[in-house]
């Protein structure tokens, strides 16, 4: 008996998970794992942050069932800051709706769209939610190949006009996961204007919006021409705040699509707790000077691994944005080749290419969670180590 649809039977092992596995394995034989494999922001949420949560904990009616739609005073926080960063107006009660984390959002969102057999156009590599997703509501996936010659932008003239007449839904996401790749306002009005063509609703990932640098500021997609019509955004405290535990997120924009997801996520879920919705508010609210603090940190990190991957013969241009370096694989090895044999030799977790999509291969991941000096740390052992010469 196997207590599992054919659907979750399908999906494949998880590469992180096998990662995971010999982490803890050399772990327990007393080994210091730099692991640089977790998107997952190790500074702090900023103080304000989190006295605004204690101080909506004294309230017992924050403790009652929250608004299937987010708080009011959370959809109004979204909106304001849409309006200040990006010069685009949103409706707070139809245009703006809260999510438990904007994956939530992203997985739910498909089964709100799509009927089984329908296709999904999916970058690739991307976040593997967009394609488990599908799968699950089985839809199908279309690889939107991303190349580093196309800065890593999908082709869209280059989808077979049968696919396309199937296609439901496109994500896009810049800055990009895992590619660090950024685009201007151009690129989001070309997708807009293939869109609206073809009638296939736009997703975009803003998860890393706020984690930019060098002056370069990531556009909203909503900002591109008639892109209310045919698009909505998904966007995130956790990356720009550090947030990542809290579970919230908000996805902005076509009204329909909005209420198509406010309806599927009434009857599974109903919504995230009041007082981190209140925080939440509360941190879009505030002075963002801890926004271009965290940024500054990160790009010191970013500017310390590039000079060290250069140092071991691999080159990257340095990222605008996100917190990731997606790196070429040194000659003669596959990505999973080359990561295995850095965890092994080194005690460095990097994620191979591929966990993102075919379309990763011949790459690697370096996520910048820990402070420099471990970053140093990892270099060196990489330098002195590693056994396969990178030339
Ligand atoms: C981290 C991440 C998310 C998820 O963010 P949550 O709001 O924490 O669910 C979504 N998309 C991408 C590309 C991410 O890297």
């Not at 304001?80 to 707070?92: A, S």
């Not at 190349?147 to 990009?176: A, Q, V, W």
Request: charged share 25%; hydrophobic share 40%; with cysteine.
């Amino acid at each position: 008996m196997v207590f599992q649809s054919d659907r979750v039977g399908q999906i494949p092992p998880y590469l992180f998970a096998e990662i995971n596995k010999k982490k803890e394995a050399m772990i327990q034989t007393g080994i210091d794992v730099i692991d640089l494999g977790i998107g997952d922001p190790d500074l702090p949420t900023p103080n304000h942050i989190v006295e605004k949560l204690i101080a909506e904990m004294q309230h017992p009616l924050n403790f009652k069932y929250p608004s299937f739609i987010g708080h009011e005073e959370f959809r109004k926080s979204v909106a304001d800051y849409y309006e200040r960063e990006y010069k685009v107006k949103l409706d707070p009660k139809t245009e703006v709706l809260a999510l438990i984390g904007s994956k939530e959002g992203i997985g739910h969102l498909i089964p709100a769209l799509i009927d089984p057999g329908d296709v999904v156009l999916i970058p690739d590599p991307s976040y593997p939610v967009y394609r488990m997703a599908t799968h699950l509501a089985s839809g199908e996936s279309y690889s939107m190949l991303l190349k580093e010659e196309n800065n890593f932008e999908p082709e869209f003239d280059s989808i077979p006009k049968d696919i396309l007449t199937r296609s439901k839904l496109m994500f896009l996401n810049y800055p990009g996961n895992p590619t660090a790749a950024t685009v201007d306002l151009k690129h989001f009005e070309r997708a807009v204007s293939f869109a609206k063509e073809n009638q296939i609703p736009i997703a975009h990932d803003s998860a890393y919006n706020m984690v930019t640098f060098d002056g370069y500021k990531a556009p909203s997609i909503l900002q591109a021409e008639g892109a209310k019509e045919i698009a909505v955004e998904f966007g995130s405290l956790s990356k720009t705040y550090n947030m990542t535990g809290w579970r919230i997120g908000y996805v902005v924009g076509n009204k329909d699509i909005i209420k198509s997801l406010a309806v599927l996520k009434s009857n599974m879920d109903t919504g995230q707790f009041t007082p981190i919705q209140l925080a939440a508010a509360h941190a879009l609210n505030s002075d963002q000077s801890c926004v271009s603090k965290h940024n500054q940190i990160y790009k010191e990190r970013m500017e310390a691994m590039i000079a060290g991957l250069a140092s071991i013969g691999i080159k990257v241009d340095p990222p605008k944005g996100s917190f990731f370096i997606w790196a070429p694989v040194p000659e003669g090895f596959t990505s999973t080749e080359f990561a295995t044999s850095v965890l092994e030799q080194t005690g460095v977790i990097i994620t191979p290419g591929n966990a993102f999509g075919s379309g990763g291969e011949g790459y690697f991941r370096v996520s910048l969670s820990v402070p420099t000096e471990r970053l140093y740390e990892a270099i060196d052992r990489i330098k002195q180590k590693l056994k396969i010469k990178i030339s």
